[in-house]
C-alpha cells in the first residue's frame, strides 16, 4: 500500500492512530514511507503499512 501524503489531515491521523497505540507521534516521511514515533522514550520507526496493521489489530470493529 502506498500511503499519500494529503498533507496536514493524514498526519493528524497518523498521530491520533500513534496515540490510541499508546505512542507519541514525531513526523512522517512521505518518500520513505516511515512514521516516526516515540515509546516510553525511544524513538522508533515504522513503516506506515505496520503502523496501520497495529492499529486496525487492535480496533478490530474500525
Known amino acids: 500500500m502506498k ?3 494529503l498533507g496536514r489531515g ?3 491521523e ?3 492512530m500513534a496515540k ?3 505512542m507519541k507521534y514525531i513526523g512522517y ?3 520513505a514511507q516511515q512514521v516516526s514515533l516515540e515509546y516510553k522514550g ?3 520507526t515504522y513503516h506506515v503499512d505496520e503502523l496501520v496493521a497495529a492499529y486496525q489489530q487492535s480496533n478490530p470493529t474500525s
Open 14 to 16: 497518523l498521530a491520533n
Open 3 to 5: 500511503f499519500q501524503d
Open 20 to 22: 490510541q497505540l499508546g
Open 42 to 44: 525511544k524513538g522508533m
Open 29 to 31: 516521511n512521505p518518500a
Open 10 to 12: 493524514a498526519r493528524i
